[in-house]
Each structure stands twice: as structure tokens, then as C-alpha cells.
């Protein structure tokens, strides 16, 4: 399994006391920074539609880009245009803001957002590291409705309605308030005041055992708390996009390059209740190369596997690269129990508080609780798809 964390957390185990002052300072340096935002002494753009952010106060794989790929399926089935602001790591197009196509080149987009331009065409994905920019951008050419901030916790230049905050199960117990560089966090336990929602990537009886560091951790914020998880559906085959339910017993070779590779291996073994032949793992946001394909296909045959599995991000980056014998996840969104929602699931919060949204905000204009075919918004639709991490 990877070591990709393994040796940083080390680190920082043993050198935390030498660490701590920069923390510290650290901390307190981004406490000040989200002040001058909330007092309007840095300014703040504000789109002319609802805007949600998705983030994280730590680094690593939380969950993002599947939580962002659940609210464009929401709008999409309420009719709704929907935008996603992303600064596109590891992107190089040739100008900014890039409006992502689905047949763009994953070095020019960055994986992430052409996996969901691939997932969501009707969605406008604007890869911009100065985000002001793209949403202006996007505004001057489209008309969405909603707008995803992706990765955007952090990032206050754009002003938004609803922050969404994934937490790792780590996040409220060995890893609370650990700021970089002692720790994953990006800011301290202060930050989370401005969440409206916390989410852990969890099952739902794991995340009942997190109960005890739920209330500990976050009751102080009297926000709801909500689990998700990704479930495999099925596979497509990268090249062609043959869909199959099952390998029906047959050994498979599995492939990762995402945050969480372990969560990956859970999946994949609870689906199909045996395990891979051998996990291969990559760094996170790992550009593949033609050596890298010859030596998955070469351990595939070594192992005797007639299937190599990988991630839908994976496969962005595979591309035509690969043979027949690749495949990827076809993963939703399942949401489980919640604390402190009353027993609400996500979707129906999410739809609630994105109807309050549209009726509060002047900025929206003739937006109103109907879509463009004059249907209220369904609470329950689009609950269970999304995408992989």
C-alpha cells in the first residue's frame, strides 16, 4: 500500500515541538487573513448566482471531487446551468480562464476537472488559478445557477453562500488542529466556524463509532454533520465504455494515483469480495507515462490477472494509453446518518438550504424556486452519483 503520507507524518511526529512556533504563527497568520475578508478590508467578488464551496481544512483526499460531482448532477436534474471554479492543479493551458472540454488533453486541464467536463458535459468547468478572473469569465459567456468552488475553503476571493467542509475520520481524533507544518491542516480548529456543513467519508457504521469525536469535535459549531460514501456500480472499460456489473470471479490487477488509495482497496474488496491480485500505488495527481502502462500491463500478466481495475481519475490520465484489459470504477455518492440534522440525510439539506439561498440573495435576480421547466426542485433527486477521488 502507498507511503505517500507515511513519511511526512513521521516527520512531523518526531520534530513536532521544533515545528509547533511556525504553527502556531502559521495559525495565526490565517485567522488575521479571514478577518480582513470578513471585514472587507481584502475584497471579495460576488457571483451573480448561488455559490457553494467545497473544501477541506487539511490537506489530502477527502472527498472533494466527488461531493462537486454530486451538486452538478443535482442541478442537472433540476435543469439548472451549473459552474465549477477550479484552479486546476497541475493544468497548463495555453491562456487563462480554460473552459474545460471533455476532449481536452488531461495536461492542459489538470485530471480533475476534465474528469468532470468527461462526467458532467452540460456542466462549465473554468480552470483559473485566479478565480475572480474565471467566474467573471463564466458569467460573461453562460448563466449558470449554481457555481461549485472547488477546493475553495480557503480561498475567500470569491465570496460564497454555503461552505461545505469534508473532514477526514483522522481530522477529529490523532490529527485535530495539527496546522501546518506540525500537522495536515491548513488552518486552525477556529476556521470551522464559517462551515454550514461538515462531511466525513465514511460508512455508515464507522461513522457511528465516531460518535464520541463528533460531539467533541463538533457540536461547539451547531452545524449539521453528514457521512457519505463512494459505492461501486459497476466498471467501464477506459477505451470504449463498455459498462460491466462484475469480473465474476476472474483475478484483476488493481491501479490508484488518488489521496486515499486504501479507501480504493476497501472498495474494491468489499465489492467483490475477494482481493486484487496486487495494488499498484501512485502518487496523487501521478502523470502516467508509456513506461508506467507497459509495467501495470507487465505485472498484470506476471500476477495472471485478466483485468486491470482503476479509478475514474486514473483513467482521465490512462487514457488512450491503454489496452482493453483496462477498466475503471464506476462509483455514486451514498449518503448515510447525520448528527445534529435531525435525522436529515444531505440531499434534503442540500435542497432546503439551496431553495433558502435562492429566495435571500438579491443578487440572483429572477431566479426563483422553479427550474427552467417550471418544476419545483425534488429534494431526493440525484442522491447517488458522483464520482471518484
Same mark, same amino acid.
Given at each position: 500500500?502507498?507511503?505517500? =503520507? &507515511?513519511?511526512?507524518?513521521?516527520?512531523?511526529?518526531?520534530?513536532?515541538?521544533?515545528?509547533?512556533?511556525?504553527?502556531?504563527?502559521?495559525?495565526?497568520?490565517?485567522?488575521? &487573513?479571514?478577518?480582513? =475578508?470578513?471585514?472587507?478590508? *481584502?475584497?471579495? $467578488?460576488? #457571483?451573480? #448566482?448561488?455559490?457553494?464551496?467545497?473544501?477541506?481544512?487539511?490537506?489530502?483526499?477527502?472527498?472533494?471531487?466527488?461531493?462537486?460531482?454530486?451538486?452538478?448532477?443535482?442541478?442537472?436534474?433540476?435543469?439548472?446551468?451549473?459552474?465549477? !471554479?477550479?484552479?486546476?492543479?497541475?493544468?497548463?493551458?495555453?491562456?487563462?480562464?480554460?473552459? +474545460?472540454?471533455?476532449?481536452?488533453?488531461?495536461?492542459?486541464?489538470?485530471?480533475?476537472?476534465?474528469?468532470?467536463?468527461?462526467?458532467?458535459?452540460?456542466?462549465?468547468?473554468? +480552470?483559473?488559478?485566479?478565480?475572480?478572473?474565471?467566474? @467573471?469569465?463564466?458569467?460573461?459567456?453562460?448563466?449558470?445557477? !449554481?457555481?461549485?468552488? %472547488?477546493?475553495?475553503?480557503?480561498?475567500?476571493?470569491? @465570496?460564497?453562500?454555503? %461552505?461545505?467542509?469534508?473532514?477526514?475520520?483522522?481530522?477529529?481524533?490523532?490529527?485535530?488542529?495539527? +496546522?501546518?507544518? #506540525?500537522?495536515?491542516?491548513?488552518?486552525?480548529?477556529?476556521?470551522?466556524?464559517?462551515?454550514?456543513?461538515?462531511?466525513?467519508?465514511?460508512?455508515?457504521?464507522?461513522?457511528?463509532?465516531?460518535?464520541?469525536?463528533?460531539?467533541?469535535? !463538533?457540536?461547539?459549531?451547531?452545524?449539521?454533520?453528514?457521512?457519505?460514501?463512494?459505492?461501486? /456500480?459497476?466498471?467501464?472499460?477506459?477505451?470504449?465504455? /463498455?459498462?460491466?456489473? %462484475? *469480473?465474476?470471479?476472474?483475478?484483476?490487477?488493481?491501479?490508484?494515483?488518488?489521496?486515499?488509495?486504501?479507501?480504493?482497496? &476497501?472498495?474494491?474488496?468489499? =465489492?467483490?469480495? =475477494?482481493?486484487?491480485?496486487?495494488?499498484? +500505488?501512485?502518487?496523487?495527481?501521478?502523470?502516467?507515462?508509456?513506461?508506467?502502462?507497459?509495467?501495470?500491463?507487465?505485472?498484470? @500478466?506476471?500476477?495472471?490477472?485478466?483485468?486491470?481495475?482503476?479509478?475514474?481519475?486514473?483513467?482521465?490520465?490512462?487514457?488512450?494509453?491503454?489496452?482493453?484489459? *483496462?477498466?475503471?470504477?464506476?462509483?455514486?455518492? %451514498?449518503?448515510?446518518?447525520?448528527?445534529?440534522?435531525?435525522?436529515? @440525510?444531505?440531499?434534503?439539506? $442540500?435542497?432546503?438550504?439551496?431553495?433558502?439561498?435562492?429566495?435571500?440573495?438579491?443578487?440572483?435576480?429572477?431566479?426563483?424556486?422553479?427550474?427552467?421547466?417550471?418544476?419545483?426542485?425534488?429534494?431526493? #433527486?440525484?442522491?447517488?452519483?458522483?464520482?471518484?477521488?
Amino acid at each position: 500500500m502507498s507511503k505517500q =503520507y &507515511r513519511p511526512v507524518e513521521e516527520l512531523q511526529q518526531r520534530f513536532r515541538p521544533l515545528l509547533a512556533p511556525a504553527a502556531w504563527l502559521n495559525a495565526r497568520i490565517m485567522r488575521l &487573513r479571514s478577518r480582513l =475578508y470578513a471585514r472587507g478590508v *481584502f475584497p471579495q $467578488w460576488e #457571483a451573480p #448566482a448561488v455559490t457553494v464551496s467545497v473544501g477541506n481544512v487539511s490537506w489530502g483526499g477527502t472527498g472533494k471531487t466527488p461531493m462537486a460531482g454530486w451538486l452538478l448532477k443535482w442541478a442537472a436534474n433540476r435543469g439548472l446551468e451549473a459552474g465549477v !471554479l477550479t484552479r486546476g492543479y497541475r493544468a497548463k493551458p495555453a491562456a487563462y480562464p480554460f473552459h +474545460v472540454q471533455p476532449g481536452n488533453l488531461v495536461e492542459e486541464a489538470g485530471d480533475e476537472p476534465l474528469m468532470l467536463a468527461k462526467e458532467y458535459p452540460e456542466a462549465r468547468i473554468v +480552470v483559473d488559478p485566479v478565480r475572480t478572473r474565471g467566474g @467573471k469569465w463564466l458569467f460573461e459567456h453562460f448563466n449558470p445557477r !449554481l457555481v461549485v468552488l %472547488d477546493d475553495g475553503f480557503q480561498h475567500m476571493a470569491v @465570496k460564497r453562500h454555503a %461552505d461545505i467542509v469534508l473532514l477526514r475520520p483522522s481530522d477529529l481524533a490523532q490529527h485535530w488542529n495539527r +496546522v501546518i507544518p #506540525a500537522g495536515a491542516w491548513r488552518e486552525d480548529y477556529t476556521a470551522l466556524r464559517r462551515a454550514d456543513c461538515f462531511m466525513i467519508k465514511s460508512s455508515p457504521e464507522y461513522f457511528e463509532k465516531l460518535g464520541e469525536h463528533i460531539h467533541k469535535r !463538533l457540536e461547539q459549531y451547531n452545524r449539521p454533520v453528514f457521512s457519505f460514501s463512494l459505492s461501486p /456500480k459497476g466498471f467501464v472499460q477506459v477505451l470504449t465504455g /463498455k459498462s460491466e456489473k %462484475d *469480473f465474476f470471479g476472474e483475478p484483476f490487477l488493481l491501479v490508484s494515483g488518488i489521496g486515499d488509495p486504501k479507501q480504493v482497496h &476497501r472498495a474494491a474488496v468489499k =465489492y467483490f469480495n =475477494y482481493k486484487p491480485v496486487d495494488h499498484m +500505488v501512485y502518487r496523487d495527481h501521478h502523470t502516467y507515462t508509456k513506461t508506467d502502462v507497459l509495467d501495470i500491463i507487465a505485472t498484470a @500478466k506476471r500476477k495472471k490477472a485478466k483485468f486491470i481495475l482503476c479509478t475514474q481519475k486514473d483513467a482521465v490520465k490512462l487514457g488512450p494509453m491503454c489496452t482493453l484489459d *483496462f477498466w475503471a470504477f464506476d462509483t455514486r455518492v %451514498d449518503f448515510g446518518p447525520s448528527y445534529f440534522a435531525q435525522r436529515v @440525510k444531505f440531499g434534503a439539506w $442540500w435542497s432546503r438550504r439551496f431553495n433558502t439561498l435562492v429566495q435571500e440573495l438579491p443578487v440572483m435576480g429572477a431566479a426563483t424556486g422553479e427550474n427552467n421547466s417550471g418544476h419545483e426542485y425534488d429534494e431526493n #433527486a440525484g442522491e447517488d452519483h458522483g464520482t471518484q477521488d
